[in-house]
Protein backbone atom coordinates (compact mmCIF):
# COMPACT_ATOMS: atom_id res chain seq x y z
CA UNK A 1 0.00 0.00 0.00
CA UNK A 2 1.18 3.67 -1.26
CA UNK A 3 1.55 6.27 2.41
CA UNK A 4 -1.66 7.89 0.86
CA UNK A 5 -3.47 4.69 1.65
CA UNK A 6 -2.03 4.25 4.82
CA UNK A 7 -3.17 7.63 5.92
CA UNK A 8 -6.80 7.04 4.66
CA UNK A 9 -6.77 3.77 6.76
CA UNK A 10 -5.68 5.33 9.41
CA UNK A 11 -8.38 8.35 9.38
CA UNK A 12 -11.15 5.44 8.49
CA UNK A 13 -9.92 2.87 11.06
CA UNK A 14 -9.60 6.14 14.40
CA UNK A 15 -13.32 6.68 13.22
CA UNK A 16 -14.34 3.38 13.17
CA UNK A 17 -12.66 2.68 16.85
CA UNK A 18 -14.23 6.24 17.83
CA UNK A 19 -17.77 4.66 17.36
CA UNK A 20 -17.09 0.98 18.80
CA UNK A 21 -15.20 2.02 22.08
CA UNK A 22 -17.42 5.08 22.52
CA UNK A 23 -20.25 3.05 22.12
CA UNK A 24 -18.59 -0.02 24.65
CA UNK A 25 -18.01 2.70 27.21
CA UNK A 26 -21.89 4.28 27.20
CA UNK A 27 -22.97 0.30 27.24
CA UNK A 28 -20.43 -1.23 30.10
CA UNK A 29 -21.57 2.64 32.02
CA UNK A 30 -25.42 2.20 31.65
CA UNK A 31 -26.27 -1.62 31.21
CA UNK A 32 -26.45 -4.13 34.60
CA UNK A 33 -27.27 -7.35 34.97
CA UNK A 34 -29.89 -6.34 36.79
CA UNK A 35 -31.35 -3.65 34.01
CA UNK A 36 -31.27 -6.74 32.04
CA UNK A 37 -33.40 -8.90 34.42
CA UNK A 38 -36.56 -6.17 34.77
CA UNK A 39 -36.69 -5.33 31.06
CA UNK A 40 -38.67 -7.72 28.39
CA UNK A 41 -36.96 -10.93 26.79
CA UNK A 42 -34.40 -9.10 24.44
CA UNK A 43 -35.68 -9.51 20.54
CA UNK A 44 -35.41 -12.71 18.57
CA UNK A 45 -35.86 -13.92 15.18
CA UNK A 46 -39.38 -12.32 14.01
CA UNK A 47 -37.50 -8.83 14.94
CA UNK A 48 -34.05 -9.93 13.05
CA UNK A 49 -36.79 -10.74 9.90
CA UNK A 50 -38.26 -7.34 10.18
CA UNK A 51 -35.07 -5.19 10.44
CA UNK A 52 -33.61 -7.02 7.69
CA UNK A 53 -36.49 -6.48 5.49
CA UNK A 54 -36.63 -2.98 6.60
CA UNK A 55 -33.37 -2.00 5.69
CA UNK A 56 -33.61 -3.63 2.14
CA UNK A 57 -37.18 -1.14 1.75
CA UNK A 58 -35.18 1.59 2.73
CA UNK A 59 -31.88 0.92 0.35
CA UNK A 60 -34.63 0.03 -2.47
CA UNK A 61 -36.19 3.09 -2.01
CA UNK A 62 -32.83 5.54 -1.42
CA UNK A 63 -32.14 3.70 -5.32
CA UNK A 64 -35.05 4.23 -6.88
CA UNK A 65 -35.25 8.34 -5.26
CA UNK A 66 -31.58 8.83 -6.80
CA UNK A 67 -32.52 7.76 -10.05
CA UNK A 68 -35.61 9.72 -10.56
CA UNK A 69 -34.80 12.32 -8.00
CA UNK A 70 -31.71 15.08 -9.42
CA UNK A 71 -32.27 17.38 -6.53
CA UNK A 72 -31.05 17.75 -3.07
CA UNK A 73 -34.23 18.99 -0.76
CA UNK A 74 -35.70 15.19 -0.14
CA UNK A 75 -32.17 14.27 0.51
CA UNK A 76 -31.55 17.03 3.07
CA UNK A 77 -35.20 15.74 4.82
CA UNK A 78 -34.06 11.85 4.76
CA UNK A 79 -30.44 12.88 6.18
CA UNK A 80 -32.02 15.11 8.95
CA UNK A 81 -34.79 12.41 10.03
CA UNK A 82 -31.96 9.59 9.81
CA UNK A 83 -29.40 11.94 11.47
CA UNK A 84 -31.49 13.66 14.42
CA UNK A 85 -33.54 10.49 15.18
CA UNK A 86 -30.64 8.23 15.51
CA UNK A 87 -28.48 11.03 17.69
CA UNK A 88 -31.28 11.89 19.75
CA UNK A 89 -31.54 8.37 21.06
CA UNK A 90 -27.92 8.61 21.89
CA UNK A 91 -28.11 11.92 23.79
CA UNK A 92 -30.86 11.40 25.66
CA UNK A 93 -29.54 7.81 27.31
CA UNK A 94 -26.46 10.06 27.81
CA UNK A 95 -28.54 12.86 29.73
CA UNK A 96 -31.42 10.50 31.29
CA UNK A 97 -27.61 9.20 33.13
CA UNK A 98 -26.20 12.10 34.20
CA UNK A 99 -29.09 13.75 35.19
CA UNK A 100 -31.53 12.88 37.93
CA UNK A 101 -34.43 10.95 37.58
CA UNK A 102 -36.94 13.87 38.51
CA UNK A 103 -35.38 15.73 35.37
CA UNK A 104 -36.62 13.31 32.77
CA UNK A 105 -38.45 15.90 31.03
CA UNK A 106 -35.39 18.15 30.46
CA UNK A 107 -33.13 15.58 29.18
CA UNK A 108 -35.51 14.98 27.00
CA UNK A 109 -36.15 18.26 26.09
CA UNK A 110 -32.24 18.75 25.55
CA UNK A 111 -31.68 15.79 23.77
CA UNK A 112 -34.20 17.12 21.16
CA UNK A 113 -32.38 20.61 20.94
CA UNK A 114 -29.17 18.54 20.60
CA UNK A 115 -30.35 16.58 17.73
CA UNK A 116 -32.00 19.73 16.14
CA UNK A 117 -28.37 21.33 16.68
CA UNK A 118 -26.31 18.99 15.28
CA UNK A 119 -28.51 18.72 12.13
CA UNK A 120 -28.09 22.10 10.92
CA UNK A 121 -24.38 22.35 12.23
CA UNK A 122 -23.92 19.63 9.48
CA UNK A 123 -25.97 21.47 6.84
CA UNK A 124 -23.97 25.10 7.69
CA UNK A 125 -20.90 23.68 7.11
CA UNK A 126 -20.45 20.52 5.53
CA UNK A 127 -17.34 19.54 7.04
CA UNK A 128 -19.03 18.11 9.98
CA UNK A 129 -20.35 14.52 7.92
CA UNK A 130 -17.72 12.68 9.63
CA UNK A 131 -19.11 13.87 13.29
CA UNK A 132 -22.70 13.73 12.56
CA UNK A 133 -21.92 10.21 10.40
CA UNK A 134 -20.07 9.21 13.83
CA UNK A 135 -22.43 10.21 15.99
CA UNK A 136 -25.43 8.86 14.52
CA UNK A 137 -23.83 5.66 13.99
CA UNK A 138 -23.16 5.52 17.89
CA UNK A 139 -26.76 6.25 18.58
CA UNK A 140 -27.90 3.04 16.25
CA UNK A 141 -25.39 0.62 17.37
CA UNK A 142 -26.38 1.34 21.49
CA UNK A 143 -30.02 1.23 20.67
CA UNK A 144 -29.89 -2.13 18.32
CA UNK A 145 -27.38 -3.56 20.76
CA UNK A 146 -29.45 -3.42 23.82
CA UNK A 147 -32.50 -4.77 21.59
CA UNK A 148 -31.39 -7.65 20.59
CA UNK A 149 -29.89 -10.75 22.42
CA UNK A 150 -26.88 -12.43 21.28
CA UNK A 151 -27.27 -14.62 19.09
CA UNK A 152 -30.64 -12.51 17.13
CA UNK A 153 -27.73 -9.60 16.93
CA UNK A 154 -25.37 -12.86 14.92
CA UNK A 155 -28.48 -13.89 12.77
CA UNK A 156 -28.59 -10.35 11.97
CA UNK A 157 -25.33 -9.37 10.92
CA UNK A 158 -25.37 -12.55 9.15
CA UNK A 159 -27.99 -11.58 7.06
CA UNK A 160 -26.61 -7.98 6.60
CA UNK A 161 -23.65 -9.45 5.40
CA UNK A 162 -25.39 -11.63 2.86
CA UNK A 163 -26.96 -8.48 1.43
CA UNK A 164 -24.26 -6.35 1.63
CA UNK A 165 -22.36 -9.10 -0.62
CA UNK A 166 -25.06 -9.55 -3.13
CA UNK A 167 -25.69 -5.18 -3.11
CA UNK A 168 -22.11 -4.98 -4.35
CA UNK A 169 -21.28 -8.01 -6.13
CA UNK A 170 -24.80 -9.02 -7.75
CA UNK A 171 -26.95 -6.19 -8.10
CA UNK A 172 -24.25 -3.37 -7.74
CA UNK A 173 -26.78 -0.85 -6.07
CA UNK A 174 -24.84 -0.48 -2.85
CA UNK A 175 -22.14 1.34 -5.13
CA UNK A 176 -24.73 3.93 -6.64
CA UNK A 177 -25.59 4.46 -3.10
CA UNK A 178 -22.39 5.53 -1.82
CA UNK A 179 -21.12 7.47 -5.06
CA UNK A 180 -24.45 9.34 -5.03
CA UNK A 181 -23.94 9.56 -0.85
CA UNK A 182 -20.47 11.14 -1.14
CA UNK A 183 -21.67 13.30 -4.21
CA UNK A 184 -24.13 14.76 -2.32
CA UNK A 185 -22.13 14.74 1.27
CA UNK A 186 -24.91 13.05 2.93
CA UNK A 187 -23.73 11.55 6.34
CA UNK A 188 -24.94 8.04 5.46
CA UNK A 189 -20.73 7.53 5.07
CA UNK A 190 -17.57 8.58 6.63
CA UNK A 191 -14.76 9.46 4.39
CA UNK A 192 -11.13 10.28 4.11
CA UNK A 193 -10.01 12.36 1.24
CA UNK A 194 -6.29 12.95 0.58
CA UNK A 195 -3.92 13.70 -2.56
CA UNK A 196 -0.47 12.58 -3.08
CA UNK A 197 2.02 14.15 -4.93
CA UNK A 198 3.80 10.86 -7.57
CA UNK A 199 5.97 11.21 -10.09
CA UNK A 200 5.09 10.67 -13.78
CA UNK A 201 7.26 7.67 -14.00
CA UNK A 202 5.66 5.59 -10.59
CA UNK A 203 2.51 5.91 -13.03
CA UNK A 204 1.36 3.31 -15.25
CA UNK A 205 -1.79 2.23 -17.42
CA UNK A 206 -4.92 2.98 -16.19
CA UNK A 207 -3.11 5.06 -13.11
CA UNK A 208 -1.25 7.44 -15.73
CA UNK A 209 -4.26 8.10 -18.06
CA UNK A 210 -6.64 8.45 -14.79
CA UNK A 211 -4.20 11.04 -13.05
CA UNK A 212 -4.09 12.88 -16.92
CA UNK A 213 -7.79 13.45 -17.36
CA UNK A 214 -8.53 14.37 -13.69
CA UNK A 215 -5.97 17.23 -13.75
CA UNK A 216 -7.49 18.11 -17.58
CA UNK A 217 -11.10 17.78 -16.29
CA UNK A 218 -10.22 20.17 -12.83
CA UNK A 219 -8.88 22.68 -15.60
CA UNK A 220 -6.22 23.70 -12.77
CA UNK A 221 -5.32 27.44 -12.28
CA UNK A 222 -3.22 27.08 -8.96
CA UNK A 223 0.03 27.99 -10.34
CA UNK A 224 1.41 25.44 -7.53
CA UNK A 225 -0.18 22.77 -9.08
CA UNK A 226 0.71 23.96 -12.40
CA UNK A 227 4.69 24.06 -11.21
CA UNK A 228 4.24 20.63 -10.07
CA UNK A 229 2.75 19.49 -13.64
CA UNK A 230 5.78 21.19 -15.27
CA UNK A 231 8.33 19.38 -13.66
CA UNK A 232 6.54 15.82 -14.60
CA UNK A 233 4.80 15.09 -11.09
CA UNK A 234 0.86 14.51 -10.83
CA UNK A 235 -1.55 15.06 -8.19
CA UNK A 236 -3.22 11.90 -7.22
CA UNK A 237 -6.22 12.25 -5.50
CA UNK A 238 -7.98 9.25 -3.54
CA UNK A 239 -11.28 9.12 -1.64
CA UNK A 240 -12.25 6.31 0.79
CA UNK A 241 -15.46 6.03 2.71
CA UNK A 242 -17.17 3.64 5.07
CA UNK A 243 -21.06 3.27 5.53
CA UNK A 244 -22.67 4.53 8.95
CA UNK A 245 -24.26 1.01 8.55
CA UNK A 246 -20.88 -0.62 8.52
CA UNK A 247 -19.96 1.47 11.84
CA UNK A 248 -23.34 0.50 14.08
CA UNK A 249 -23.52 -3.29 13.04
CA UNK A 250 -20.54 -4.31 14.86
CA UNK A 251 -21.08 -2.05 17.53
CA UNK A 252 -24.84 -3.61 17.91
CA UNK A 253 -23.26 -7.04 18.41
CA UNK A 254 -20.29 -5.97 20.82
CA UNK A 255 -23.36 -4.45 22.95
CA UNK A 256 -25.36 -7.40 22.91
CA UNK A 257 -22.72 -9.06 23.29
CA UNK A 258 -21.98 -7.89 26.58
CA UNK A 259 -25.54 -7.01 27.16
CA UNK A 260 -26.20 -11.09 27.19
CA UNK A 261 -22.92 -11.97 28.86
CA UNK A 262 -21.38 -9.46 31.09
CA UNK A 263 -18.25 -9.59 29.47
CA UNK A 264 -16.23 -7.13 29.02
CA UNK A 265 -13.74 -9.34 27.26
CA UNK A 266 -15.97 -10.52 24.19
CA UNK A 267 -17.20 -7.46 23.21
CA UNK A 268 -13.87 -6.27 22.72
CA UNK A 269 -12.84 -9.32 21.06
CA UNK A 270 -15.75 -8.46 18.64
CA UNK A 271 -14.37 -4.73 18.74
CA UNK A 272 -10.79 -6.21 17.57
CA UNK A 273 -12.38 -8.74 14.90
CA UNK A 274 -14.24 -5.78 13.47
CA UNK A 275 -11.41 -3.45 13.34
CA UNK A 276 -9.08 -6.46 11.77
CA UNK A 277 -11.84 -7.19 9.17
CA UNK A 278 -11.67 -3.08 8.31
CA UNK A 279 -8.13 -3.41 7.62
CA UNK A 280 -8.40 -6.68 5.17
CA UNK A 281 -11.14 -4.93 3.44
CA UNK A 282 -9.70 -1.75 3.05
CA UNK A 283 -6.47 -3.57 1.61
CA UNK A 284 -8.18 -5.78 -0.80
CA UNK A 285 -9.77 -3.12 -2.10
CA UNK A 286 -7.20 -1.20 -2.44
CA UNK A 287 -5.20 -4.34 -4.26
CA UNK A 288 -7.23 -5.00 -6.65
CA UNK A 289 -8.85 -1.34 -6.95
CA UNK A 290 -12.78 -2.57 -6.47
CA UNK A 291 -15.43 -1.65 -4.40
CA UNK A 292 -15.74 -4.01 -1.33
CA UNK A 293 -19.03 -4.57 0.61
CA UNK A 294 -17.27 -3.83 4.44
CA UNK A 295 -19.41 -5.99 6.96
CA UNK A 296 -19.02 -9.43 5.10
CA UNK A 297 -15.29 -9.42 6.13
CA UNK A 298 -16.03 -7.45 9.33
CA UNK A 299 -18.63 -10.59 9.86
CA UNK A 300 -15.68 -13.15 9.07
CA UNK A 301 -13.11 -11.25 11.06
CA UNK A 302 -15.63 -11.06 14.29
CA UNK A 303 -16.61 -14.84 13.41
CA UNK A 304 -13.15 -15.94 14.32
CA UNK A 305 -12.11 -13.33 16.91
CA UNK A 306 -14.83 -15.08 18.62
CA UNK A 307 -13.93 -18.29 18.01
CA UNK A 308 -10.86 -18.09 19.89
CA UNK A 309 -12.67 -15.84 22.61
CA UNK A 310 -15.55 -18.51 23.15
CA UNK A 311 -12.41 -21.30 23.23
CA UNK A 312 -10.27 -19.30 25.88
CA UNK A 313 -13.67 -18.80 27.66
CA UNK A 314 -14.15 -22.95 27.81
CA UNK A 315 -17.59 -22.69 26.19
CA UNK A 316 -18.86 -26.03 25.86
CA UNK A 317 -21.39 -25.96 22.99
CA UNK A 318 -19.64 -27.81 20.52
CA UNK A 319 -21.72 -26.70 17.20
CA UNK A 320 -19.99 -23.16 17.80
CA UNK A 321 -16.46 -23.99 17.01
CA UNK A 322 -17.65 -25.26 13.43
CA UNK A 323 -19.89 -23.12 12.57
CA UNK A 324 -17.47 -20.00 13.38
CA UNK A 325 -14.59 -21.27 11.78
CA UNK A 326 -16.61 -22.22 8.39
CA UNK A 327 -18.44 -18.66 8.61
CA UNK A 328 -15.18 -16.95 8.58
CA UNK A 329 -13.16 -19.07 6.02
CA UNK A 330 -15.62 -19.11 3.71
CA UNK A 331 -16.70 -15.83 3.37
CA UNK A 332 -12.97 -14.35 3.46
CA UNK A 333 -12.47 -16.76 0.80
CA UNK A 334 -15.56 -15.48 -1.56
CA UNK A 335 -14.57 -12.12 -1.02
CA UNK A 336 -10.91 -12.87 -2.87
CA UNK A 337 -12.76 -14.77 -5.03
CA UNK A 338 -14.77 -11.79 -5.98
CA UNK A 339 -12.58 -9.16 -5.75
CA UNK A 340 -10.13 -10.61 -8.38
CA UNK A 341 -13.10 -11.49 -10.37
CA UNK A 342 -14.48 -7.94 -10.43
CA UNK A 343 -10.97 -6.68 -11.19
CA UNK A 344 -10.29 -9.21 -14.00
CA UNK A 345 -13.77 -8.07 -15.49
CA UNK A 346 -12.36 -4.21 -14.86
CA UNK A 347 -9.19 -4.70 -16.71
CA UNK A 348 -11.22 -6.54 -19.81
CA UNK A 349 -13.74 -3.85 -19.71
CA UNK A 350 -10.64 -1.20 -20.00
CA UNK A 351 -8.61 -3.19 -22.49
CA UNK A 352 -11.73 -3.03 -24.85
CA UNK A 353 -12.38 0.89 -24.33
CA UNK A 354 -8.80 1.47 -25.01
CA UNK A 355 -8.71 -1.04 -28.58
CA UNK A 356 -11.53 0.97 -29.65
Known sequence: MKSIEYRQ???????????????????????????????PQPAGGYEVVYYFLYIILAAVLMT?????????AIFTIIEAIVIASASFYLFLIVLS????????DYAVALSVAAAVLLVIAKNKWPGLRNLAAVIASIGVGVVLGSYFGFFAAYAFMAFIAAYDYV????????IALGRESVNRNLAFMIGSYDVEVVPKGYLKGSDLSDAKKTISA?????????????SGTYPVPSFSALGTGDLAIPLMLAVSAYSTYFRYFVSLLIVVGAAAGLVFAMYVS????????????LFA????????GFAILGVHDVWVYPLLAAAGAA?????????????????AVRLVRTSA
Do not use: C
Open 9 to 39: LANILALFLIVQLSGLLIAFYLITPSMVVAS
Open 64 to 72: FLFRIYHGN
Open 97 to 104: SALPQSYG
Open 167 to 174: AVFVTRHM
Open 218 to 230: SKVSNPEIKKLIK
Open 286 to 297: KKYKVALPAIPP
Open 301 to 308: FISISLLA
Open 331 to 347: ILALIFFSAKRQSREGD
